[in-house]
């Protein structure tokens, strides 16, 4: 009979753990145990049983803190909107060289939809994200920012009065996408038209109901529906001609208000 010592070294030294043993601590846990952790000053409870499948597969790439800090976001933010039953997201550049006329419009369509009762959620930052806020502010209105903590920090605008700040941009994205019963988009950049284009994305592949996608300034955005229009439907048919009725195209806030009003009647969001 072999020896444990011999034993030892007949086991394969290439031989890999599988995945539901990477924890096999956690597997002696009863079924009401939790693991507990704090995340900025909230303590997070899971179930200690889905603590394996959180870690099974590959997790060398990704820390458990970070799966952590992730579940803590989506918690936290989701947490955060439940508080809001009738909401605006207004998106739009941060920089100022965009302020100016569209500066004004943002704050202007804002006061009139916070006097309406909604609740106007920006990202939080300035530019048209301050001008936004500041028209629900002067409104006397609620004024919400879903903020991004980035390593030369955004400043929150100073007329955001409930906030939530995130460290992953996918999980501040899904809470922005989530928040609001209709989207105004003025004029941005990268950042914007990737919000942009996510919401109708997941219009057109019905992974959430329809809302209401409005785009604020016929010179800023026409160029690029123009485009949308006559390449990527006209000569490829990437998209079908019933996509382009998603998002709704105006000059200025009171021509989005009208917009907004009609779009919405049948949901009763004006009384």
Same mark, same amino acid.
């Given at each position: 009979?072999?020896?444990?010592?011999?034993?030892?070294?007949?086991?394969?030294?290439?031989?890999?753990?599988?995945?539901?043993?990477?924890?096999?601590?956690?597997?002696?846990?009863?079924?009401?145990?939790? $693991?507990?952790?704090?995340?900025? @000053?909230?303590? &997070?409870?899971?179930? %200690?049983?889905?603590? !394996?499948?959180?870690?099974? *597969? =590959?997790?060398?790439?990704?820390?458990?803190?970070?799966?952590?800090?992730?579940?803590?976001?989506?918690?936290?933010?989701?947490?955060?909107?439940?508080?809001?039953?009738?909401?605006?997201?207004?998106?739009?550049?941060?920089?100022?060289?965009?302020?100016?006329?569209?500066?004004?419009?943002?704050?202007?369509?804002?006061?009139?939809?916070?006097?309406?009762?909604? $609740?106007?959620?920006?990202?939080? @930052?300035?530019? &048209?994200?301050?001008? %936004?806020?500041?028209? !629900?502010?002067?409104?006397? *209105? =609620?004024?919400?920012?879903?903020?991004?903590?980035?390593?030369?920090?955004?400043?929150?605008?100073?007329?955001?009065?409930?906030?939530?700040?995130?460290?992953?941009?996918?999980?501040?994205?899904?809470?922005?996408?989530?928040?609001?019963?209709?989207?105004?988009?003025?004029?941005?950049?990268?950042?914007?038209?990737?919000?942009?284009?996510?919401?109708?994305?997941?219009?057109?592949?019905?992974?959430?109901?329809?809302?209401?996608?409005?785009?604020?300034?016929?010179?800023?955005?026409?160029?690029?529906?123009?485009?949308?229009?006559?390449?990527?439907?006209?000569?490829?048919?990437?998209?079908?001609?019933?996509?382009?009725?998603?998002?709704?195209?105006?000059?200025?806030?009171?021509?989005?208000?009208?917009?907004?009003?009609?779009?919405?009647?049948?949901?009763?969001?004006?009384?």
């Amino acid at each position: 009979m072999p020896t444990p010592t011999n034993l030892e070294k007949t086991k394969p030294r290439t031989a890999k753990p599988k995945a539901k043993n990477l924890f096999p601590h956690l597997q002696n846990h009863l079924k009401d145990d939790t $693991v507990c952790f704090v995340s900025s @000053g909230r303590e &997070i409870c899971v179930p %200690a049983a889905e603590l !394996a499948k959180l870690f099974s *597969g =590959r997790t060398r790439e990704v820390s458990p803190w970070t799966i952590f800090r992730i579940m803590a976001e989506f918690i936290n933010g989701f947490e955060f909107l439940k508080r809001y039953k009738k909401a605006v997201s207004i998106m739009g550049s941060a920089r100022p060289n965009l302020q100016n006329g569209v500066y004004q419009e943002a704050r202007e369509l804002a006061f009139k939809l916070s006097k309406a009762g909604f $609740v106007v959620i920006t990202g939080g @930052g300035p530019g &048209i994200m301050e001008a %936004a806020n500041k028209g !629900a502010y002067e409104a006397g *209105g =609620r004024s919400a920012g879903i903020n991004i903590k980035l390593p030369s920090e955004q400043r929150t605008n100073a007329y955001v009065k409930e906030s939530e700040s995130f460290d992953f941009f996918f999980t501040r994205k899904v809470m922005l996408e989530f928040a609001s019963q209709l989207y105004v988009f003025f004029p941005g950049g990268f950042g914007t038209l990737d919000e942009m284009f996510e919401m109708v994305t997941l219009i057109q592949t019905k992974k959430i109901a329809p809302v209401p996608i409005i785009l604020v300034n016929k010179t800023f955005w026409q160029p690029l529906l123009d485009w949308i229009k006559n390449t990527i439907y006209g000569q490829n048919k990437a998209i079908d001609e019933k996509d382009m009725e998603i998002y709704h195209l105006v000059d200025s806030a009171e021509e989005a208000y009208e917009v907004i009003k009609e779009l919405t009647k049948k949901k009763h969001l004006f009384n």
